[in-house]
């Protein structure tokens, strides 16, 4: 399951200018701020590579990035900029539920959910929806090195918040991760996750 080479294929606009090569793929997706960009440059040990745009009002692109020459993983639109109130619903675009719906190529949706901070209705009603179009998702939480003083939760509350609410309101149990960026936690984990449902 290790990464050995990673290479950015392209942006594409619309769903059906992604590549067409068929090789498996992995999306991720998140809320912005999540930390998805700090999360592919762990997982790619490349500081360079994830270059996406970050500003809200930007055009929103798919990038796919080519790993071991065998896979992709795909850096898809954050959603719910705080600025941006009319992208805060599931309509966060046409253009991504477009992708999740035709992308034949594509093995799961690595949902990332900030584990700092308590479940968000947002991400919540994301669950959902993957989960009642039937599209496999695995829970991606990330920030799990943020230790909450006070009266915050902790990230394994807020774990265990998030689940119980997805399992309890969509009846949905998706396979999950802990990760951090800051220490490296589930890198491991989640290259080996990908490469099982690879090969599944
Ligand atoms: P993106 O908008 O989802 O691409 O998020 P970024 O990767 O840019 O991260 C957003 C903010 O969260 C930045 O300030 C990061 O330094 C911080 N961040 C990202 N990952 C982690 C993590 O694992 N632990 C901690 N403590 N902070 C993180």
Redesign the pocket.
Known sequence: SKIKQVEFVGSSVRPKDCPKDERPEFAML??????????INTLVRKKEV?L?S?KPGKTQLINHFLVNKSWYLVDLP?YGFANAPESARMDWSSFTKGYFLNRETLVAVLL?VDA?VPPQKIDLDCANWLGRNNIAMTLVF?????MKGGKGKRPDENIKSFQELISRNYKIHPPWIM????TGLGRDDLLLHMSQLRNY
Do not use: E, F, Q, Y
């Open positions: 998140g809320r912005s701020n999540v930390g998805k960009s700090s999360l994830a996406t970050k954050g990332l700092s990330t920030k799990c090195d943020k990760t951090s960026s800051s």
